[in-house]
């Protein structure tokens, strides 16, 4: 087990209250946790990560265009063909006698006699053709070149460029994979929080019914009321019990939820801290919110990368300016019996000039094409950012709206508890019916119930607002 996996481990054992003798029991796990265990097992965050070190080496690649290209050859032949021939220095040498005779003594020497007389010259000049033999044998290079662009119309700094706009779009795009994993905890943890506080409304209000239920049953055996009265106490008594289990079921799939998004086993014996429900603050209103959204910074490098995409497709239609040097060594082929090259040193270095003329005007349409899309991204950048504008402010008018609600369920669990504590008075001195009470009793249990929820939409609300204005890490 490598060290990461055993710390990874050792995380888990603690958070969910494990140790490795088998002993456990459930432990709470705060918000904070939560999200530190999500961020380490999160595929899609690992993905990213992935992704920032592949864009991070191909911008380093890339960096390497503007330094020289060095390469070293070595070449070891050998051969056993080899050559044998005889050099004919006679018949030429007649013929060109023959010829010049011919053009200075036209009137002695016809052109039909030409012909005989390089003859007969190229016979008596036999002593002057001689072998020549030679092989290959083993022959050897060794050589080094560089290639080094001088000018390449911007091309190698526009590739460079967009290498580290690549690298930087990389991780932007961690840093959003890493707010939606965040924003996606939160919401599973609220989602806990908010299941145990209804489990918490349906218990309190079963307790009513059963307090309630002995009361009835006691007034029965007195003769006080009719068993219809019962009947109706059973009622919302099993109605009661059937919230508890609903709510009980709600608590179960909020924890395997949870345990699924922070990298868990789903049956992991998870709870959460009591009271770890804080309240997130009101927006603040601010100008340069959007400009901090990691979405907008996205797209502020996409119109960056296109302009210098027109940069590299205009680098098509300029110069392009080179040099290549090249030494070498060459060790082999005899003639003769004599080694032709022995160990031979040969440096060259040329320099390339090239100009494009025309090809259809195709680079010319790329550079348009290329113009366009830029202008297209910095259009839908502008679009976009007036969108998120909108976006943030909705939810901040969302959230403010929640906060007033949440006053209101607060101040309407307060009457409708106010209510139930009269009508459980008058009821208990006869001045109100059984259904009476039930309803001041059903009031009270609705009224938490939506108080309860208010504020899991306020905090998801908040939550999201702070992913909108660039403030959630």
């Known amino acids: 087990m490598t060290k990461r996996r055993s710390t990874r481990f050792l995380t888990i054992l603690l958070l969910l209250g494990c140790n490795p003798f088998g002993l456990a029991a ?30 991070e080496y191909e911008k380093r690649a890339l960096r390497g265009n503007f330094f020289p290209d060095i ?29 010049r005779l011919h053009e200075r003594l036209p009137w002695l020497i016809a052109k039909d006699m030409q ?33 080094q662009p001088l000018y390449s119309g911007g091309k190698i700094t526009a590739g460079y460029e967009m290498g580290k706009l690549g690298a930087r779009m990389a991780s932007l795009g961690e840093k959003l994979t890493t707010e939606e994993t965040v924003v996606a905890v939160h919401e599973a943890y609220l989602l806990m929080v908010k299941a145990k506080e209804m489990r918490e409304v349906a218990v309190q209000y079963d307790s009513l019914l059963e307090q309630l239920t002995k009361d009835v049953q006691s007034a029965l055996r007195n003769g006080m009321v009719s068993h219809n009265e019962e009947m109706k106490v059973m009622v919302k008594k099993s109605e009661a019990e059937l919230n508890i289990k609903q709510a009980e079921n709600g608590i179960r799939l909020a924890r395997m939820n949870l345990c699924q998004i922070v990298g868990l086993p789903v049956d992991a014996d998870l709870d959460i801290l009591p009271g770890d429900d804080v309240l997130f603050p009101a927006p603040i209103e601010s100008d340069d919110m959007t400009a901090r959204r990691t979405e907008y910074q996205l797209l502020e490098l996409k119109s960056q990368l296109a302009e ?41 270095i040329a320099v390339s000039l090239t100009i494009p003329i025309s090809h259809g005007n195709q680079d010319r349409y790329k550079v348009k094409a290329a113009k366009e899309e ?24 969302e959230v403010e709206e929640a906060r007033l609600e949440l006053v209101m369920r607060q101040q309407n669990l307060e009457q409708c508890a106010e209510n139930l504590r009269v009508s459980r008075k008058s009821y208990s001195v006869g001045y109100e019916t059984l259904s009476d009470l039930l309803e001041a009793q059903l009031l009270w249990q609705k009224a938490y119930a939506e108080l309860v929820e208010t504020k899991y939409l306020l905090n998801i609300k908040a939550v999201k607002w702070r992913k909108t204005a660039g403030t959630l890490l």
């Open 26 to 55: 459930q432990r709470a796990i705060s918000l904070d946790s939560c999200i530190t265990l999500a961020l380490q097992t999160n595929k899609d965050i690992k993905a990213a990560q992935r992704q920032v070190n592949k864009y």
């Open 308 to 348: 210098q995409q027109v940069k590299l497709q205009r680098a098509n239609l300029l110069p392009q300016l080179g040099l290549v040097a090249n030494a070498s060594m060459v060790d082999g082929i005899e003639l003769m019996g004599k080694k032709i090259l022995d160990r031979e040193n040969v440096f060259n």
């Open 374 to 397: 830029a202008e297209r991204l910095r259009m839908e950048q502008a679009s976009l950012s007036e969108k998120m504008v909108l976006e943030q402010q909705q939810l901040a008018n």
């Open 115 to 147: 012909q005989g007389i390089a003859n007969g010259l190229a016979h008596r000049l036999q002593f002057l053709n001689q072998p020549i033999e030679g092989k290959i044998g083993n022959v050897m290079t060794v050589g080094i070149t560089l290639t």
């Open 71 to 99: 390469n070293v050859r070595a070449v070891d032949l050998y051969s056993t063909m080899d050559y044998n021939s005889l050099l004919d220095i006679a018949t030429p040498l007649g013929q060109t006698v023959a010829q």
